[in-house]
Structure formats: C-alpha cells, structure tokens
C-alpha cells in the first residue's frame, strides 16, 4: 500500500482526521467479553496434555498457540480468545505467532489475562545451586547450550560489574593496535593487570555524546596505559566517556553480577539477604512474544491483553510484517533493547495503556523501510502509555523512536527518565541519499520519504536528555513533510554536562512541520540552549508558549547548516517569556570577556558556589598593553574582594604586549567559606586591562594554560568565572538579556512570517539573538520592510501561576488581543483508563527525581 498523498488541510482538520484514525484503531475489531470467559485456558498448574479447558488447563503459552492454530485452519466462526491464568511462565526460547496464528478480517486472536490475576511472561532461564564463592559474591554453572547477556534478581536487573561504578571515565587519547582501535586511560583510572578479559566489554560514547555503544574488550596493555576493542575505525577524540563491565573482577557491591560465558559461569552479589530465596532469571530468549508474518502474508488481528511481558535479549514484544494487531493494558519491562519493537510491514498497530519501563535502550521503536517509494510501515498508534527509565544498556536510549514510517499517532503518553529522546522521528536527509535512489530528485524527494504525516500529540514528556548532547526532548532528523507536534507538555529535560539541549528539535530536514500548543519550560544544559530548535523548510510554529530562565534564554534558534535549506517558517502568536531563574555557574566562555576596564572605581561583580572552605589560588587570563602610558604592569592596581572580607591586591599582571593577547597569571591567594559568595573586582588606580576569565583552585599543582583546563587532583576543586558574566558593573545591576528569536546564521528568506507574539522577561528584557539586528530589537522590527513582529508587543500575559507551573491566560490577558488561543492542558497526559495496578510506586523506580 501507497500512502504518499499529502493532507493539505489546516492543523485543526488533520487533527480531527488523526482522531478517527487513533479511535478505530483503538477500538479493535471485537465487542467486549466476560474477563474469564475463553476458549483456552493456560495456568502454571495445567498440564500440556490437558484439552485446555477451564477446568483442565494448559500449561504453556505455545501450546495454547498451537490449539488456536488448529482452530484457524477450519475457518473461525467466531473470536478465539485464550485466557491465561496468574503466575510465572519461562519462555527460554519466547513464544512466535505467524502467519498461521492470525485472525480473520471479521473474527480476532485474543490473548488474554484470566480475570484481575497477572500472567508473567519472563525470556529467560531460572539458575539455580548457587555457591558461596567469595564474601558475599556466589558463583553458578551455566546450564549446557545457554547463553544470556542480563540476570535479573526477583525481576530487577542486575549491573554487569564496572569501573567506575557510576558515571564514566574520560579517555586521554585515541590508539590504534594492530589495526584495532585501542586509547589511552588515565593513570589513575584503571588496573587491568589482573583482569579476566574473556567477556569484557567497554562501553563507550566515541566522537561526539550522540550515540552510545557496547565494544567486546579484547586487549589490556597496563604498561602503555591501552585498551584494545574488538573494533575498527571507531572514531574516537580524547575526553570520550566510556565505563568496563562484565570483568569479574569488578564485582565489588550488591547488585553486581559478572556472566562469564567463556567459562560457563555466573557470578553475583545479590540485593536481598539470601540468593537461594531469590528468583534469579538469565535472559536468553531473543524476544518474548514475536509476532512474525511475511510482507506478502502478515499476520493479522492478533491481539495480548493484561499481561507482564519481560526479559530478553532484544524486543520484549518484536511485531514485524503484521497489520491490525495490538498490545494492550500490559507491563512491558527489562528487554535489552526495546519493549515494544515494530517493524518491516507494520500497519495499523495499536500499542495501548501500557507500562513500558527498564529497557536496554528504547521503549517502543516504530521501523519502517525506506527511503523508497514502497510505503509499508504506516497508521501505528501508541497512546495511553507510561514510557520510563529506558535506556538502561545504551545510552542514546529514546521514549518512541520513529523511523520511515507514517501516518503514525504518539499521543496522551507519559515520556521520562531518558538518556535521550523523548520521542524521534528519523529518516535520511537528502544530502546524505542524493544520487542514491533512482529516480529521486530534490523536486520529488518526498515522495521517497516514508516518515509523513506523524502527529505527536496531548504528551506528558520530561527529564529527558539526561545523559547526550545536541538533543531535544521531541526531535526529528532527514524525516518527510507534513509531521505535526501538538498540545504536549515538555518539562525539565536536559543535563549539567553539554550543551545545544531544546525542548524540541526541528534538526537537518526537519520540513514542513506544524508546531502548535505546546507548553515548553525548565530546559537545562552548560550553553546554547533554546526552547526549541528549527532548522528545515516551512516549519509553522505557532500558538506555544515558550518559558526560558538564565540557562534557556531562547525561545527558537535557527541554523542553516549540512546543506539543508533554512528558510520561509512562520513563528506567530507565541508567547516568550522568560523568568529570572537562580542563574547559571557560567553562560559565557573564553575568548569574549570584557573590555573598557581603564577608569579608576570600575567594578565588576559575579556570583560564585564554593564547594568547600579552604585557600584558594586565584589565576586570572587577561590582556593588557601599558607601556605607552609609563608601566608595564597592572601590579597593585587593581583588588579583588570575596563577601565581607578584606580586599585582596592582585599582582603578577605584566604587559602581554598586545590587547588581544591573552594570558594566565596567578595574582592572588583568597581565603574561602563554602557556599555563595559575591566576588568583586575593583580598578583602584585606573589602567587598561581586558579580562577573560577568573579561576580559583584549592589545588596546588593547578595551573591553566590555554583554554582547555586540567582536572584538579582527586578532592581538590576548580571554579571558573568567565568575566562577561558579571552581574553587576560599577554598582549597577546587569539586567538579564533573553532572546526571542536566536540565529546563527541568516537570510532573507528565513521567515516567511512573524507576527503576533507576546515578550515578557521578569527583570530583564527579550531581544534577537545573531542576525543583522544582533541585540536589537527595534533593529530587527525595521528589516524586511517592517513586517517582522510588526504587532508584536511586550507585556506580561498574566499567567495564573507560574510558580505552580499554571501557565492557563488570566480573561483580561494581553496574549488574547493578539489571537492567542488559550491552551487547554487538561487531555494531556495518560487517560482515565490507564490501569491502576501500573500507578503503584515501584521504590526501585523513582518516578520523580
């Protein structure tokens, strides 16, 4: 089936349109039954050579399997529904259903939990004869011919052992041995003298902090300081994050365990006082339940209801070349890569008021083929599902992931705690595929771009981004036109370790998007952060409201870049508003700094955060020429003050000989309580000086040179101070700058239209970002002949309760005059119906931060 005909309709009517898809889909195609009424019956007491009945079950799901096989193949007249009784079933291998296991157009499959009791359906193996082997750690045999990569413990994973135990280390160089690709640790880092090696793996973010990825660990060299991988060409830069695991020994803390297949064993030191109580489970099967049909013969009308499904080596549910199927009312945890995976020919597939939680990297993936004109993935539903704490194995782990499919619905789901992505739509941008496809021309690309008309709606999404760079909590890349992003909530996403962190990212490609309704606010990273990021053609961004602070300061960035056009969007009734926030520990960076310090009484003043009370050598990077005006150096000049103490003289400043030639010098030694302090720099006798930055360390062997910093010793302490970030000069506070619109490149023909938008920043003021009205505002609203913001105003909309996060219009707001539409934020999120046995607190599982 062909489905590239695009929907030329407003936002509003397509999303109607999407509304009946997602409703028939979600239907399904049978009425409701008794929750104990079945055709089959399955229970951990039956037996296999039972008929299957009510009082004389099966034991296995397979077996059921092939009793409803049997029935399909004499024509149904009727639905078939198996009802599974409550307890635990090891699938070791999982269980598949074909071609031969589909329902009728008229007549559904149904698998189905036995009233209120909860079937576990578990991929693995039970090991048991656990012996003491040392301390607390116990030792097992592999059972003969099995082979897993995760134990779990009473269904918890357990952590393959690793250095360090949490976080990361920081590679020092790349390597290379015998054409494997190999780098340098730290000195202090590792000692792999000893280490057994047979089933290590390093895992690693090389390049940049994208994506994320396991290395089998082939070689240790102790006295070079090298690592070998089982890999080649990994292209690696120095200050890579990368972590060993699965060396036994490792295994130092509870919750550890080592699978030495090579040896047939597996260590652990199990969470609970007593492993031979525990019920600990290696994960072999590949998926749990696969549902596999074949492109010209899918299955079909295939339906699992109320069940746990868990454990395995891939996709805990793997549905591959199948149409009207779906996945209902379940708790799908702890697969090593998705919970729920669908692929290949996949259409109309309903995922549906599930827990989906603890996997390896994704929670559901939505993989089409292509780019090609044979559209075969579309009109995939997932709604209604509490998606958390992926990405537990792989770092660049997403809520839903998209990829070259269409006409797919993501709404009223609850998105968190992901290293990555909260929801992704990919592809392949044209510039990568060029002269690739036959056929394809930059005039016709679409119609060879399978992921269109995607809508991603009425979500809860937040705390993502947590672990990666460049990254937004709904981002695209190289997808098809005509994707809608509406009336979700994205909310303290992002990290304190990189930069580039938006609530949504329109990046290379990202066409002909329609952004409506969202409610963005608390984004976080160390700099360049925006509310949303687009780059593209004809993305429409209207009707948002956009709420930065000190670390988001603004609202939509745009960047032309790996030749993909920028260009004709339309920004319109948005509100920008940005609220003081506590600040950040630095927006700027080395290179600007501040210059014109000359006058005699100019200060400076910043805010700093002392970890811990101590003596602290104070280093400064600065430029100065005063020769010409009778000294050579700025040598007691100048004074630096930390709160209420006496002022400190700063020395060692000589000339630089020139004013744009910057160096370090250590010109004092201030004595430090910890906590928040205020710093100030004062000019006491007048004389040029352009300052950079200011460092202060409790270590005495620190010494900046340039502007890559060396790490201070172990418990010893670096703050950096860039000097653009004061907060006051010469007594007056700094007002805070934000920005509504941020470019790092520009054209005439970036926007189409803007208009219609309401700024507001609570003690600062909203201005451009870049561009030829680079900090301009008035600047920016006489480009293009006028038109841009030409009824724009600045006026604080009357929020109800910012600080509660209740950001509905008070009835005498100035955004309504402007035809903002109030933002009705009460569908958002996870529907009535979601099940209440999923809303229990799992402590081993915090839902909050």
């Excluded at 078939?80 to 296991?101: A, C, K, N, S």
């Excluded at 030829?772 to 006026?795: C, V």
Aim: glycine share 10%; with cysteine; proline share 6%.
């Amino acid at each position: 089936m062909k489905t590239r005909r695009r929907m030329e309709t407003n936002p509003a009517a397509r999303w109607l349109c999407a509304g009946l898809l997602v409703l028939t889909a979600c239907a399904g195609p049978a009425p409701a039954l008794s929750d104990r009424l079945g055709d089959f019956y399955v229970s951990p007491r039956g037996d296999d050579r039972n008929p299957g009945t009510r009082a004389l079950p099966f034991a296995t799901l397979p077996r059921a399997r092939d009793a409803v096989r049997k029935r399909i193949a004499v024509g149904l007249q009727r639905d078939v529904v198996v009802r599974i009784h409550g307890g635990v079933y090891l699938l070791p291998q999982g269980v598949t259903f074909g071609p031969e296991d589909s329902g009728t157009e008229q007549y559904a499959v149904r698998y189905v939990a036995y009233g209120d009791e909860v079937p576990v359906l578990l991929g693995g193996v039970r090991l048991q004869d656990w012996q003491p082997h040392r301390g607390r750690i116990y030792v097992a045999a592999l059972p003969k011919g099995v082979r897993g990569s995760q134990l779990f413990e009473d269904r918890r994973r357990m952590t393959l052992a690793r250095t360090p135990n949490e976080g990361y280390f920081k590679l020092v160089e790349p390597a290379e041995v015998d054409g494997r690709t190999a780098f340098v640790y730290g000195s202090e880092d590792l000692d792999p003298a000893r280490w057994d090696l047979g089933d290590a793996k390093v895992n690693l973010w090389p390049n940049h902090d994208w994506f994320n990825h396991d290395y089998r660990l082939i070689g240790a060299d102790p006295r070079n300081r090298r690592l070998v991988l089982d890999a080649k060409g990994v292209n690696l830069r120095a200050g890579n994050r990368y972590y060993v695991k699965n060396v036994p020994q490792l295994l130092d803390i509870p919750g550890e365990c080592a699978i030495a297949a090579t040896e047939g064993k597996v260590y652990a030191w199990p969470r609970g006082p007593s492993i031979r109580r525990a019920d600990m489970v290696l994960s072999t099967a590949r998926s749990v339940i696969r549902i596999q049909g074949q492109r010209d013969r899918p299955v079909r009308n295939l339906h699992f209801e109320g069940l746990d499904i868990g454990i395995c080596e891939e996709n805990a549910v793997d549905i591959g070349n199948a149409e009207d199927c779906s996945v209902r009312f379940c708790r799908i945890e702890n697969a090593g890569v998705t919970g729920v995976m669908i692929r290949e020919r996949a259409q109309r597939i309903t995922v549906y008021g599930n827990e989906i939680r603890d996997h390896g990297q994704h929670g559901v993936s939505i993989q089409g083929i292509g780019p090609g004109r044979d559209w075969v993935s579309h009109h995939n539903v997932v709604e209604n599902n509490h998606i958390h704490h992926c990405g537990r194995l792989i770092g660049h782990g997403y809520g839903v992931r998209i990829s070259q499919s269409g006409h797919n619905r993501i709404i009223h789901n609850h998105i968190h705690h992901m290293p990555r992505y909260g929801v992704s739509l990919k592809g392949a941008r044209y510039g990568t595929i060029r002269g690739k496809i036959e056929g394809m021309t930059w005039e016709n690309r679409y119609d060879f771009m399978p992921g269109c008309n995607n809508l991603i709606a009425y979500n809860d999404i937040h705390h993502t981004n947590l672990d990666s760079q460049d990254t937004g909590a709904i981002e695209s890349w190289g997808s098809g036109r005509d994707n809608v992003i509406d009336h979700n909530r994205i909310h303290d996403t992002g990290n304190d370790q990189f930069n580039l962190q938006s609530g949504i990212y329109l990046d290379d490609q990202a066409d002909y998007w329609t952004v409506t309704n969202n409610i963005i606010y608390g984004v976080v990273g160390t700099e360049h952060n925006q509310c949303i990021y687009a780059k593209g053609i004809g993305n429409h961004i209207e009707n948002n409201i956009l709420v930065g602070d000190p670390v988001c300061d603004t609202g939509i960035h745009s960047f032309f870049m790996a030749d993909e056009r920028c260009d004709h969007h339309v920004y319109r009734r948005n509100i920008f508003y940005f609220e003081p926030g506590p600040g950040h520990p630095g927006t700027g960076q080395f290179g600007r700094g501040v210059a014109e310090l000359h006058p005699k009484g100019t200060t400076l003043t910043w805010t700093i955060d002392v970890p811990v009370s101590g003596r602290y050598a104070l280093w400064m990077r600065y430029a100065c020429q005063n020769e010409p005006y009778g000294y050579k150096a700025m040598d007691g000049r100048t004074a630096i003050r930390a709160g209420d103490a006496e002022p400190v003289v700063l020395n060692h400043l000589p000339d630089t000989g020139d004013w744009g030639r910057m160096q370090w010098a250590r010109t004092a030694e201030l004595a430090l309580s910890a906590g928040r302090h205020t710093l100030r720099w004062e000019n006491l006798k007048g004389g040029g000086i352009n300052m950079d930055a200011l460092v202060l360390s409790d270590d005495p062997a620190f010494e900046p040179d340039g502007t890559v910093l060396p790490a201070p010793a172990a418990d010893r302490h670096v703050i950096v101070v860039q000097a653009e970030d004061y907060t006051s000069r010469d007594g007056r506070t700094r007002p805070q700058r934000f920005y509504a619109y941020g470019f790092t490149n520009w054209s005439e023909d970036r926007l189409s239209e803007c208009d219609n938008n309401l700024f507001h920043a609570v003690g600062g003021e909203v201005t451009i970002k870049g561009g030829p009205a680079d900090k301009d505002m008035e600047k920016w609203r006489q480009l293009l002949g006028g038109r841009l913001d030409a009824h724009s105003i600045t006026a604080d909309p009357r929020f109800a309760d910012v600080a509660g996060r209740d950001f509905s219009l008070s009835e005498d707001s100035p955004a309504l005059e402007l035809g903002f539409e109030p933002i009705d934020t009460s569908a958002i999120g996870l529907k009535p119906d979601f099940p209440e046995r999923f809303k229990e607190t799992d402590p081993s599982m915090p839902m909050t931060p």
